[in-house]
Every structure is written in C-alpha cells, then in structure tokens.
C-alpha cells in the first residue's frame, strides 16, 4: 500500500514561490509579513492540503499555543459557562485549549503530568490543586499556573483568581435576616473545596456577629443526588429550618424540589432557599432561586490578559471578584 505523502512547508514554499520562513510566518500570529505574502502562502497551503504541525513548531518556538486546563466534570453549569468565555476569549488571540478532567477534588497530578507532555504554555486549574513537587516542577520550568475560583495554602506561590466568596456569603446572610428568617440552616459542598469551606465559614461567623447560630448543617457534596438525601435530612428533623443557605445554587434547587414536592411547603413564606453562583436555571420561573452572581466575564478577561501576555505572568498574585446578590421568590416572605 503506498503511503499518503502529507505536505511539508517546503512544499507550501516552493508552490508559493517563497521562503519556508515565509510559510511559518503566515501561520504565526502577529509575525511579520506582507498581506500580499501571507495570501500566496495560505493559496498555496489550501492546494495542497497542507496543515502546520502547532506541536512540531513548539520545539522550535517554545509555545505551543495550547492552555491546558484541569476541571472536575464538564457538565457543571458554572464550569461550562467558564470553559465557553474561556474558549471565545483565547480563540480570538489564535490560542487553544486542551481540557483534561478529574474527579479527585484535590489532586490533579496526573492529568497536569499528562498535559506537561503537550508542552503546554501554561495552566489553568478551576477544581483541582498541585502536590508540592511537581507544582515546584511548573515554576522551575517556567509554566505559568493559574488558580480559577479556588485556593489552598500551597496555591499561595502562584496566581489566583476567584470569585470573592466572603462578601457573596455574608450578603446572603444579611438578606436572610432581613427577611425575618430565624432558624436557619445550611447545605455544604465537598469537605475538600476551599470554595465551599470559604462561603460556609464566612456565612457561619457573619450570623454568629448577629447572635444567630445555624441550627442544622448537612453536606451536599455538590451532587444532586446526595443533596437530595441532605435536604430530607434537614426537613425532616424537629425544629427544621425556615431557610437554608446551600453553598452551590445544583444543591439549592434539589432543595426547592424536595421542600416543595416531599414535604409540601411553600417556597419563601415556609422555606427561604438561597445558593450561589446564579446558573442559568436559578432565573427559571420554577425555581426563582434568590442566589450570588460572579462577573465570569471579567473574571475570564483577567486571566486572558495574564496568559496572552508576551511572556506569559508568572508573578504570584490573588485578586477576588465581587459579584452580586440576585434577590428572587425563593427567599420572599410575603
């Protein structure tokens, strides 16, 4: 069988009747070139089929072009919205992303030792952390890492950009009690998401400053099905909550569909449900969910500028974004 022969440069250039010099720089963003040229060249390349090879050039460059990214599940309403910014925002700048996911909440070794491999130009974290020796690894290599909407203690060395998670649980603690709800109660996420440990401790301490304590607490682990249990857990026990602040807004509508479908109470006047992040289905007639909005829009724009920089910033640095609080029925009384 004879072997397809697939187009080098070489051949783009000699069709075009220019230099292979010419060739990698039509096909490099911001190179120097005539428009003319480039024309000849992408002409040329188009006849024959021909497809620059991003990882072959990277040897030579030093930048691939690629981001790599490490998520939990793509099927998260706030991690989709996230990915789709980030893929609009680095698509215009000729950049591309590759994602890889894990289901560990802490830990993403693997995936970032297999993203490594890609020679990627930098990383870009939203659910995950680095074990101490290969985050060392990154910084020694020169790879930017980026921290999105989470922080551990050994992030403290890199980048990180989140939502500002205090102010978002401390404004739904005081629209609560504005409201005149006495008894209130809490859902939490995964023990080992600094973004739910933030929004939990700062919605905790700002009610104990007002004398309020919680009077129920019970984990979600950010999944609908053990959210549902939490919410039968928290209904069904004497002296149950008049609201229930839960720390993402996927537990916060299980929870609306529980109180409202198993125990028949009334949204807002029997039961404030608030949550956090404002995915699209908390605006849903059904749901109504009074929740807090993150600028994702800014908050992607800010770690674009950081990874299109030339060279890309390495410069440890946090800066949190403060969003809004969406007030709907869920927590309407009256």
Not at 21 to 49: H, N
Not at 256 to 273: N, P
Request: with cysteine.
């Amino acid at each position: 069988m004879t072997k397809h022969h697939q187009p080098s440069a070489h051949d783009v250039a000699r069709l075009a009747g220019v230099s292979q010099a010419a060739v990698s720089r039509a096909f490099t963003p911001g190179a120097s070139i005539s428009q003319k040229t480039r024309e000849k060249v992408l002409s040329a390349a188009e006849t024959l089929g021909y497809r620059p090879n991003l990882l072959a050039r990277s040897l030579i460059t030093g930048r691939s072009g690629i981001i790599g990214v490490v998520v939990g599940s793509t099927q998260d309403a706030v991690v989709a919205a996230t990915l789709d910014e980030l893929l609009a925002r680095l698509s215009e700048a000729d950049r591309h992303i590759l994602v890889f996911t894990t289901r560990e909440a802490d830990h993403a070794d693997k995936q970032v030792e297999d993203l490594l491999k890609y020679r990627v130009d930098a990383l870009l974290l939203m659910t995950a952390n680095l074990s101490p020796t290969l985050a060392e690894r990154c910084r020694e290599e020169g790879i930017p890492v980026i921290f999105f909407n989470r922080q551990f203690g050994r992030s403290r060395g890199f980048i990180t950009i989140e939502g500002n998670n205090r102010k978002g649980a401390e404004a739904i603690a005081d629209h609560l009690v504005e409201q005149g709800y006495k008894k209130i109660g809490m859902m939490t996420g995964h023990e080992q998401s600094s973004t739910s440990h933030q929004r939990e401790v700062a919605f905790t301490n700002h009610l104990a400053k007002k004398g309020i304590e919680l009077v129920a607490t019970e984990s979600g682990h950010c999944h609908r099905v053990n959210a549902i249990e939490a919410a039968r857990r928290l209904l069904d026990r004497k002296g149950r909550p008049d609201a229930v602040f839960c720390a993402n807004d996927h537990m916060a509508l299980a929870m609306i569909e529980v109180a409202r479908w198993e125990f028949g109470l009334e949204i807002g006047r029997e039961l404030g449900v608030a949550g956090f992040d404002d995915i699209e289905q908390s605006s849903w007639p059904s749901f109504d969910l009074t929740t807090y909005s993150y600028p994702v829009e800014d908050m992607i724009g800010q770690v674009c500028k950081l990874l299109l920089a030339d060279p890309p910033a390495t410069k440890p640095f946090r800066k949190a974004f403060n969003g809004e609080l969406r007030v709907r029925g869920s927590t309407r009384r009256s």
